[in-house]
């Protein structure tokens, strides 16, 4: 399968660069990956429906047709409804677009596909984390 294209900012890119610079593993190795991948753009110049850090949006499950609004966010604020950059989740959601959907591997070995329906709040949109 095709990896779907991904816009990130300048700002998340130099934060993320400096917590992967702490962190080993799989999911910060494919993290790294998507980093080297996207496009890279200025925070004032990022599109409102683009998933960045600290972004909440509203997403499918396409095989039960479950919704549910997940915020990305860095590891230590982790919580309910709210996904680490660092869960495997996280680090393929930042960046896409809505309408966009990825392929997410669940802890049972089954993969499950998540759609991006909207993104409900966006730092950049709100002039906020503009750097």
Request: with cysteine; glycine share 8%; proline share 7%.
């Amino acid at each position: 399968m095709a990896l779907p294209v991904i816009t990130v900012s300048r700002l998340d890119v130099a934060r993320l660069e400096a917590l992967l610079s702490d962190v080993d593993g799989e999911v910060a190795d494919g993290l790294e990956d998507e980093l080297l991948r996207a496009t890279v753009v200025e925070p004032k110049d990022m599109p409102a429906d683009v998933v960045t850090m600290n972004s909440r949006i509203r997403c499918r499950e396409q095989g039960r047709g479950r919704e549910m609004s997940l915020t990305l966010v860095y590891p230590q604020d982790n919580g309910p409804e709210r996904v680490s950059i660092l869960a495997p989740v996280g680090a393929a959601l930042l960046g896409l677009s809505v309408g966009q959907s990825i392929d997410w591997p669940a802890p049972n070995g089954k993969t499950l596909k998540l759609e991006i329906l909207a993104v409900e709040y966006q730092p950049e949109a709100n002039g906020e984390d503009l750097g």
